[in-house]
């Protein structure tokens, strides 16, 4: 496992080396080019691969819902409008159930009066409204009650004007909402029968068609966005690989195609990593957790997720702790068995320092052993070099960890 911090930094080197020496300021500003273009593309890609798999409310917009809760009996909302998301839904992107509404919508509303009482409702809903602006004008101008009673008073040419022209609008208003009820409902338009009767019949399986779409859409759009990534992911990816094993075996190897085939590697598995990681939360927090914690609470034991969360942090945080703290003791004890192996070239006792003689077995300054026996070929050679000078076996002392000693 601790050898992925040495991979990453492998895969590090190999974006930005070609072989052995650091790309130009040209060549890597020509590599970020390429790589925002591939990204770019990549991403267009994965939306055009999505929208095959609308979210739900796009596939089951809220005006169909609408329509399904119950049918509609006002001519506004027969007409096509934006819904509560603030996009179209099209034939394309629409269930069968919502398509078929459609067209049981679209034969009430070619109905010759459909347009006829929809735009009537439309003119007196709007002077309506004008009416209703002109009052509140009047009312915010003179206090109620004080109006009623300066109302009386026809000597004041101009309270006489706005008392006439009160009663005129109140006059009108009264009969434009009596011609507002006038109007002929919709359900005697033409195919509202039919479009009624589609609806009360079809509503329990276009409920049950929407929950299990919900469902499985994540699953529809996570298998469409990896069929599209997952070939360019592996081919790519193998010819990295490839590149890069041949160039740790010396073996001749092109450089620019593992620099290439590396960057567009990475670009491909960003988001496939992040898509996946989406997908893992649809699935898991909305469908297993809900389950988990209405079954946890119907018991009464809603405190074991504190009990399960608290556990997971210090797990979580434990193995940070212990990576994080074993990397920097490695390290430490890399230093430290690359300054004794110059101590003991420079002829010096790599605990205290002073000249010493490596022929002796220890210094004599701080009693520390200087010799051990090499196990290739039995003679005394300096404890902490990494190599015997006679036989060029390992020397196994120089790889000890010696983390213990370190302060």
Not at 28 to 50: K, Q
Request: net charge positive; proline share 4%.
């Amino acid at each position: 496992m601790w050898k992925w911090p040495s991979r990453f930094k492998q895969i590090n080197q190999d974006l930005r080396f070609f072989k052995n020496e650091p790309l130009s300021s040209i060549s890597f500003f020509l590599l970020i080019v390429l790589d925002v273009f591939i990204f770019t593309n990549v991403t267009i890609g994965i939306s055009h691969e999505a929208k095959k798999e609308p979210e739900s409310y796009v596939y089951y917009p809220q005006q169909c819902v609408n329509h399904f809760d119950k049918p509609q009996e006002e001519y506004t909302l027969f007409e096509d409008s934006v819904d509560q998301y603030g996009i179209y839904s099209s034939k394309n992107t629409q269930s069968l159930y919502c398509n078929n509404l459609d067209e049981y919508i679209q034969i009430v509303k070619s109905d010759k009066f459909f347009s006829i009482n929809t735009d009537k409702l439309t003119n007196l809903d709007k002077m309506i409204k004008k009416n209703n602006t002109r009052i509140q004008a009047i009312r915010d101008e003179y206090n109620t009650q004080l109006f009623e009673k300066i109302a009386e008073i026809s000597t004041d040419k101009k309270i006489f004007e706005v008392k006439q022209e009160y009663q005129l609008l109140m006059t009108e208003n009264s009969r434009l909402e009596k011609e507002l009820t006038s109007v002929p409902s919709v359900k005697t338009l033409n195919g509202y029968g039919e479009y009624k009767k589609y609806v009360t019949e079809n509503r329990t399986k276009f409920y049950k068609a929407k929950e299990k779409y919900h469902f499985w859409q994540p699953f529809y759009e996570y298998g469409r966005i990896a069929i599209f990534l997952l070939p360019l992911l592996l081919l790519f990816g193998l010819v990295y690989f490839r590149s890069s094993n041949r160039s740790l075996r010396g073996e001749e190897y092109n450089p620019i195609v593992k620099i290439i085939s590396g960057h567009i590697s990475i670009i491909l598995m960003l988001p496939m990593v992040w898509y996946t990681l989406v997908f893992i939360y649809d699935i898991v927090p909305k469908t297993f957790f809900r389950q988990l914690i209405e079954y946890l609470v119907e018991l009464g034991l809603l405190n074991l997720l504190n009990y399960a969360a608290i556990g997971l942090v210090v797990v979580v945080f434990g193995f940070l702790i212990f990576w994080f703290q074993k990397s920097t003791i490695k390290n430490k004890t890399a230093q430290t068995l690359q300054n004794r192996s110059k101590f003991i070239s420079l002829s010096q006792c790599f605990e205290c320092g002073f000249k010493v003689d490596y022929t002796h077995p220890f210094c004599p300054h701080c009693s520390a052993k200087l010799l051990h026996e090499c196990k290739g070929c039995h003679t005394n050679i300096p404890i902490y070099t990494p190599f015997c000078s006679h036989c060029g076996s390992v020397n196994e002392l120089s790889k000890i960890d010696i983390s213990n000693s370190i302060v």
